[in-house]
């Protein structure tokens, strides 16, 4: 699904990411781990393409996307869901949600949406979208509220719900899991469980290695832009190199 080779980014001349070459499986889920600083949201936002590469090509299913802006990389399938809260704060969670159907209803996806007649019949078409997308994270009964009224657990819910809304193809998530306590960090496992058992491609990045470990097929380690381990979360925790740059033991 995902081919990434000799990907490269600087900033003041430092390297953010440097030489990284990966391939993620149709249907996998990778765990992305490593230090603060290692390269990891750079890495995402290159794949994305909200940051552009010195070096290197980004391929989706076979196909060049490197030279793409984010929002055509976005019609081709690709959705990231950013560290940060990125959430419209003077609208609903479920117009939150609606804002990644949008996207999907212009993006030419063969979906119902566009055989429909009217706006009006779009629009409502959309908004099943939306909905499907909160009942899948467990948001409806949030549907009406002020998406900033949300706790924390729920507004990274409702993202990762705009991020499905978009009908992808490869989902990025940057750390959703941070920040969350231990029950909304068990309801969003299972989101991405669920995600997973449809099919679509997830990319994890993730500071708990015991979370990492029980979501993801594969697990790479990044260290100081560079890519320093890879397999299977089994693999990648007895790995030394990874013992000493990551788990510090
Ligand atoms: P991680 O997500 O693994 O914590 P980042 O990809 O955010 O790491 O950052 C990697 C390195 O690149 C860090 O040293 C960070 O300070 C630097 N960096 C990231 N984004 C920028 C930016 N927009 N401008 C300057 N430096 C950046
Ligand atoms: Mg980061």
Not at 34 to 50: Q, R, V
Request: hydrophobic share 45%.
């Amino acid at each position: 699904m995902l081919r990434v080779q000799g990907l490269a980014r600087s900033f003041g001349g430092v390297y953010a990411v440097r030489d990284v070459s990966l391939d993620v499986a149709d249907g996998e889920t990778r765990g992305i781990i490593g230090p603060n600083g290692a390269g990891k949201s750079t890495l995402f936002n290159l794949i994305s393409g909200h940051l552009a590469p010195d070096q290197g090509s980004t391929e989706l299913a076979g196909s060049r996307i490197d030279r793409l802006p984010p929002h055509r990389r976005a019609k081709r399938g690709v959705s990231i869901v950013f560290q940060a809260a990125r959430i419209f704060r003077h609208m609903t969670v479920r117009e939150n949600v609606m804002v990644g159907a949008h996207l999907r209803a212009s993006a030419g996806f063969p979906s119902a949406v566009l055989r429909l007649p009217s706006h009006f019949a779009t629009e409502r078409a959309i908004r099943e979208l939306a909905e499907d997308a909160l009942a899948r994270v467990g948001l409806l009964e949030w549907a009406d509220s002020n998406a900033e009224a949300l706790p924390l657990g729920q507004q990274r819910a409702m993202q990762v719900a705009r991020a499905i809304c978009a009908g992808p193809r490869l989902l990025l998530l940057d750390e959703p899991a941070s920040g969350l306590r231990s029950q909304e960090r068990e309801q969003l496992a299972r989101v991405v469980e669920e995600l997973k058992s449809t099919g679509v491609t997830i990319m994890l990045i993730e500071h708990d290695v015991a979370f990492v470990s029980r979501l993801a097929d594969r697990v790479t380690v990044l260290d100081l832009g560079s890519v320093i381990a890879e397999g299977t979360p089994a693999e990648v925790r007895a790995d030394p190199k990874v013992i000493t740059a990551y788990l510090g033991a």
